[in-house]
């Protein structure tokens, strides 16, 4: 476990809320309301999909550009998780190699951590414009593998939602997953090694396996 993969939003940041604002105005242009059902699909598929399915491909080009800059806009509205820093540290401290692997666009995913200064963390990142195939897809696994030299049994892969596990398992690494970003108790995740429901209950794992 000498090297750990992490996505961003719902795992390493709190972004759920400000996304939501974002798509809500985006569609607002387009006289189209989102349902409770709409923002729940939204987290499962990239934006690029999204806009895809609920505008038609005619529109997503222009909601894409829109969504990207109320993003960059609305930064500020994003939060990391409550003892993550602690957490990145103490991996740091531990010799472990940090990355990132995200379906969000690079521009956006950058300036969240800049933002919040967690840039320094990851010796690499992936984003959804770095890949051709984006999660479930393990292609941008495939492209830290590469970028480290290591093997699957070297890497640990976090993340908060099921893309993020199958995208694990298609690359033959070990899969934890976490729920803090839900405000309830998520049952355990048959898909994942490992599910942690609070970023201190992970953090004390760490401390006793590594």
Not at 51 to 62: A, Q, S
Not at 68 to 81: C, E, G, M, N, Q
Not at 193 to 205: C, E, P, S, T
Request: aromatic share 8%.
């Amino acid at each position: 476990m000498t090297h750990w993969v992490f996505d961003l939003d719902g795992t390493l940041v709190d972004s759920f809320s400000q996304y939501h604002e974002a798509l809500g105005e985006v569609f607002a242009a387009y006289d189209v309301g989102l349902t409770k059902a709409d923002f729940e699909q939204c987290l499962h598929v990239t934006a690029r999909q999204f806009l895809h399915d609920k505008l038609g491909p005619e529109n997503v080009k222009k909601a894409y550009t829109q969504l990207t800059d109320i993003s960059l806009r609305d930064t500020h509205k994003v939060s990391a998780f409550k003892g993550i820093d602690s957490l990145l540290k103490s991996l740091q401290a531990k010799g472990v190699e940090l990355s990132l692997w995200t379906n969000r666009d690079r521009g956006t995913a950058d300036e969240v951590l800049r933002h919040l200064n967690l840039q320094s963390f990851f010796s690499t990142s992936v984003t959804g414009t770095c890949v051709t195939n984006v999660k479930p897809h393990p292609e941008g696994l495939h492209k830290i593998l590469e970028h480290f030299g290591c093997g699957p049994e070297d890497i640990v892969m976090v993340g908060d939602h099921d893309i993020d596990m199958r995208a694990a398992k298609s690359g033959g690494v070990r899969a934890i997953r976490v729920s803090w970003a839900s405000a309830q108790l998520v049952p355990r995740c048959q898909l994942a090694d490992d599910h942690f429901h609070r970023v201190d209950d992970l953090h004390g794992w760490i401390d006793k396996n590594l």
